[in-house]
C-alpha cells in the first residue's frame, strides 16, 4: 500500500527593507504591517494563515527571519515567535543578510542579500549570529535554515553543517537556479556537506511559448493547477511536497509602504482550499512539518519522479493572477 503523500507548507516570515535604502532620510523599513496586514481592525496576513491552519488543524514550518534585529531589536519579530509558538506551529531560521549592514561595531557586512557568493567565514558568521537570535527568540537551535530570495552555494551548507543546523529549503529552482549541479534539485531530499536539503516542490508547466519550470507557491499557482499537480504527484509516486508562501500573499496593499491594504480573496481562497483538500483526502494526503518529520527525513535521501502539467492550467492561472493584480477587490 502507498504511503500517503506528505504536504509541507511552508512560510517564509519576514520584514520589508521598503525602499529604505533609495532614500533613507524619507523611508524606515516596515515590521508589522508586511507581517498582519491591518485592514479594517483585521488582520488578513499572518492572523488569517494562523485561523486557518488552526481550522483544519494542520501545523506548517515558519521559516523567520532573524538578521532584521540588526535594524530592529528583539522587538517585534520576537513576539512573532511567540505567537507562532502559541499557536503550535514550527518554527525555522529564515536569513535575508542585507540586514546586517545594519549591524554597529567592527564588524561590517556588505550591503547585498544573497547567501551564495560570499566567503565560507563570512557566511558561517552570519549564519551564526542569526542562529543564535533565532535560539533567543524561540528557546531551541533551529533544526532547518532558509536561505533568502532562496539563494545558496556549496560554502552555505558547509557553514550551516559546521553551525549545527542539520536540515535545509535553501533551493527553489523556479525562483533561482544555483549554479553548480548538485543543487539543482526540483524535489525530494539530499545530503549536501552533511546538511539534508528539501527543495520547494518544482515542476514543468508549458504553454505556447515552450516549457519551463516552476515551484509551488501560494501566490503564482491557481487553485485547479494546484490540485492537478497534487494528484500528478501522487499517481506518480511522489513522496514529498514542499510548498512556499509569505504572509504578505494573503494582503493587497496599493503601495510598497503598505499605506491601504486589503484582503487578498485569490489567495487566501488557495490556502483554504489546500487545507480542506488534505483533510478531505486524508487516506493519500497528510500534512508535515520539519520538527515532526526531523527524524524520518535526516534518515534517508530521496529521489522523487520529475512531474509535468499540461499548457491549459499556466493559461488560465496567469490569467487569474493577472486580473487578481489588476483589480482591488476582486
Known sequence: MQTRTQICITVDTEFSIAGHFQDPERYAPLAEPVIYGHDRNKRQGLEFLLDTLARYEIT???????????????????????????AGQDTQLHIHPVWLSFAQGREQFPRHDNCDGRRYEEILRVITLCADIFERWAGHRPLALRTGSLRADLNVYRAMSDAGIP?????????????????????????????????????????LFGAHKKSLQIT??????????????????????????????????????????????VNQRRLEKLCLFINRYEQDFVAVNFANQRTTWLKSELEQPFVQIPSVFSIGRKLHNRINDWVWAY
Not at 490540485?227 to 510598497?256: C, M, N, Y
Open 220 to 265: 503564482s499557482c491557481s487553485w485547479p493547477e494546484m490540485r492537478h499537480l497534487l494528484w500528478a504527484a501522487r499517481r506518480a509516486g511522489v513522496e514529498q511536497i514542499i510548498l512556499l508562501t509569505h504572509p504578505f500573499e494573503f494582503i493587497k496593499k496599493s503601495d510598497f509602504r503598505y499605506t491601504r491594504v486589503t484582503r487578498n480573496r
Open 167 to 207: 536540515m535545509a529549503s535553501n533551493i527553489a529552482l523556479g525562483i533561482f537556479r544555483p549554479g553548480e549541479p548538485e543543487l539543482q534539485l526540483d524535489s525530494g531530499r539530499r545530503r549536501i556537506q552533511g546538511v539534508m536539503e528539501l527543495p520547494v516542490f518544482t515542476y514543468r508547466d508549458s504553454n
Open 60 to 86: 506548517a514550518t515558519f521559516f523567520v527571519e532573524c538578521a532584521n534585529y540588526f535594524y530592529f531589536g528583539d522587538e517585534p519579530m520576537r513576539s512573532v515567535v511567540r505567537q507562532l509558538q502559541r
